[in-house]
């Protein structure tokens, strides 16, 4: 007998108890571990997300315009500052942020954020070779100019607020105006003759909107005070613009010799920042050609098939007349915008986030001097104003029968439905109804050009290639038309940047191997001596046919259509590269 407290009797464990003591402790230990993985993505998300918002936070900040287009209105009342403090200021920001975002371990993040920290990481770096190595704000004048207009236009062309709390926002820009004209004046050094003539070309109808459309555009304010505060701004802001066109035309015009051309180092920079594209600039060419050479052959045979005893050209003056009255354009419009829905649904060829038609109306008075047709989407943020409009600019009242003629002949029934299909179904709006669902925060607000408008212009093609029109030719026609301006811009772009064509050479290819007018041509030729990279029409349609052959294959009998461009839209608008990456699960080349 033991006396005592209580004696613990000790046992040696069984093999089957310690196995089964093995495996709850496996699992203890299992869950921890999951629990701690789970954790640490988490973090790192909450980490990067942080960092994503500081970027843009600091974006804003020199650019406060786009954020008023993207839908943060806490920014409506601030203009650009363009002075060397600020591009120096911006600058800095910029490299920390690099820095912060290259730092940034990827391995911890999901693979739709290293994407996004891809594409943060080459929209700064391209900020900076703009700002250090284009330095297009030393060189182009429109730039000043034209960026007013435009920051009155954000505040002017969506009903996000009353229009007198929009009008004291326009009020606060304005008052900011004339000092950024007066700092473009002390910027600007030794610009392209082409880029002087450009500003001088457009000074006239910018002055015109301030003095016409920013007025109209503000009819319902009744309130005295403010609208003499705004007449005020409003006026100063005219005489400034005045001032300014003749600094331009008087003192810069006679000082206007340097190179428009960015060189090839930039252009590949550009290139590879912008769009994820990094292929040599020799190889891109060859592409460009080839495809022009392909779309060049396709246009004279299906010319043939029209009318083998007429030239390709004289088939499409005669297009040219085949418009609706002007009377019935909205509503030509709108009955076709109807019938791509209706095609699109029942063909399966990408799903309609809403069925709803965007608004079809004409062309806002503020904005008829900028634009024939135009897609109005509200920013990706925007919480107010949400509705979409699909805009068309009708003649005006007073013009004679030759203009009203003139300008219609731009709404030829090729040409409506080549722009619906590129603005609104299933193009711009389209992938417009997509980005709204995207979660990322990087992919509401960066775009490459490559993936939207290499969007629209495959959709082009595309709806053709699925039937929609019955094989009309002359549609057809119409879009190869359309295809051999977009190579010609390809080849130029290329070519004029890197010293191998000039502008007048330039201007003859738009016409010889564009098949364009000699109006078009030039026109053509002066964007692309400002805008180097508007290959990307051309570049991202065959990076977008790429794609769906390499998906086609990987998917084999399930593959469809359908399928392909709802993943291919669910991405938002990255450069394809990294639709690529989401698709096919790796980094193969995009062409």
Not at 68 to 73: I, L, N
Not at 472 to 497: F, N, P, S, T, W
Request: charged fraction near 25%; include cysteine; glycine fraction near 4%.
């Amino acid at each position: 007998m033991h006396r005592g407290g209580a004696q613990t009797c000790k046992r040696r464990a069984t093999p089957r108890s310690s196995a089964r003591l093995n495996r709850v402790m496996r699992a203890l230990l299992l869950i921890i571990f999951a629990g701690v993985l789970y954790a640490a993505p988490k973090a790192a998300q909450a980490d990067f997300d942080k960092l994503v918002d500081r970027y843009f936070d600091e974006y804003y900040r020199y650019h406060p315009s786009q954020a008023t287009a993207d839908g943060f209105h806490q920014y409506d009342a601030q203009l650009e500052d363009d002075s060397l403090a600020a591009i120096a200021a911006e600058t800095r920001s910029l490299e920390q942020l690099l820095a912060q975002f290259e730092r940034f371990p990827a391995d911890d993040l999901p693979p739709e954020s290293v994407g996004d920290r891809e594409m943060v990481i080459h929209k700064i770096r391209s900020r900076l070779l703009d700002i250090e190595k284009i330095r297009l704000w030393e060189k182009n004048p429109d730039k000043y100019s034209s960026d007013l207009a435009s920051s009155a236009f954000s505040i002017m062309s969506r009903t996000f607020a009353p229009p007198e709390d929009r009008l004291k926002s326009l009020i606060a820009r304005e008052k900011q105006m004339p000092n950024a004209l007066a700092q473009a004046r002390r910027n600007l050094r030794n610009p392209p003759r082409v880029y002087t003539d450009v500003a001088l070309e457009q000074l006239p109808g910018i002055i015109g909107f301030f003095k016409n459309d920013v007025p109209a555009a503000f009819h319902a304010v009744k309130d005295p005070q403010l609208l003499a505060e705004f007449h005020a701004s409003n006026q100063a802001v005219i005489e400034a613009l005045d001032q300014y066109q003749t600094f331009v035309k008087g003192t810069l015009l006679p000082h206007s010799h340097g190179d428009f051309r960015i060189g090839a180092e930039n252009y590949s920079n550009k290139l590879a920042y912008d769009e994820m594209v990094d292929m040599p600039l020799d190889k891109l060419l060859e592409i460009g050609y080839q495809n022009l050479r392909q779309n060049q052959q396709a246009f004279r045979e299906t010319a043939a098939k029209i009318d083998p005893q007429r030239t390709p050209q004289q088939i499409l003056e005669e297009l040219d007349h085949d418009h609706p009255p002007a009377s019935a354009l909205l509503q030509t419009f709108r009955g076709v915008l109807t019938g791509l829905r209706d095609f699109i649904v029942s063909h399966r060829i990408v799903t309609l986030p809403s069925m709803s038609l965007p608004v079809v109306e004409d062309t806002p008075p503020f904005a008829r001097a900028l634009t024939t047709a135009s897609m109005d989407s509200p920013g990706p943020f925007e919480q107010v104003a949400k509705q979409a409009f699909f805009n068309v600019t009708l003649p005006e009242p007073d013009w004679t029968p030759e203009h009203v003629e003139e300008h219609m002949e731009a709404f030829n029934r090729g040409t409506v439905i080549s722009t619906a299909v590129h603005e609104v179904y299933p193009g711009h709006y389209t992938q417009f109804l997509w980005v709204q669902k995207v979660p990322s925060k990087v992919r509401k607000l960066i775009d490459a050009n490559t993936n939207s408008e290499g969007w629209a212009h495959y959709t082009e093609q595309m709806m053709l290639d699925e039937g929609y029109g019955n094989g009309d030719l002359k549609l057809r026609l119409g879009q190869l038309q359309d295809a051999l301006l977009r190579d010609a811009r390809y080849v130029v772009g290329i070519e004029m940047h890197t010293g191998r064509m000039s502008f007048d050479q330039a201007v003859d290819f738009f016409v010889k191997e564009g098949y364009q007018t000699r109006a078009v041509a030039e026109e053509e030729t002066m964007r692309g001596a400002s805008d180097p990279t508007y290959l990307y029409y051309t570049l991202g349609k065959l990076e977008i046919l790429k794609l769906r052959e390499d998906y086609r294959k990987l998917r084999g009998s399930q593959f469809s259509l359908l399928d392909f461009h709802d993943k291919f839209l669910a991405q938002g608008t990255p450069p394809i590269k990294i639709v690529r990456r989401a698709l096919l699960g790796n980094d193969s080349p995009v062409l």
